[in-house]
């Protein structure tokens, strides 16, 4: 698995405030870029993606 350039054609542009994560990117550790797919694993190097669900944890454990 290595990066082919296939996943420049998805990278994220960036918003102003919000964060790659909050927009629903999800980041390739191995192209090691933020790319707008939906799909699970990433499209180039067929890793799968890692994503951060936006919520809260703070209060709803224990
Ligand atoms: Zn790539
Ligand atoms: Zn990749």
């Known amino acids: ?3 082919k350039n296939i996943c420049e054609k998805y990278s994220a542009a960036k ?12 980041r390739c550790s191995i192209c090691e870029i933020f ?4 799909g699970i ?8 993606l890692r ?3 936006h919520e809260k944890t703070r209060d ?3």
């Not at 918003?15 to 999800?26: C, I, M, N, T, W």
């Not at 790319?35 to 939906?38: A, L, V």
């Not at 694993?41 to 799968?48: A, W």
């Open 35 to 38: 790319i707008d797919w939906d």
């Open 15 to 26: 918003g102003r405030r919000s964060s790659y994560y909050a927009q629903g990117y999800k």
């Open 60 to 62: 709803s454990d224990i």
């Open 51 to 53: 994503t951060v669900p």
């Open 1 to 3: 698995m290595s990066c």
């Open 41 to 48: 694993r990433c499209p180039c190097c067929d890793l799968v």
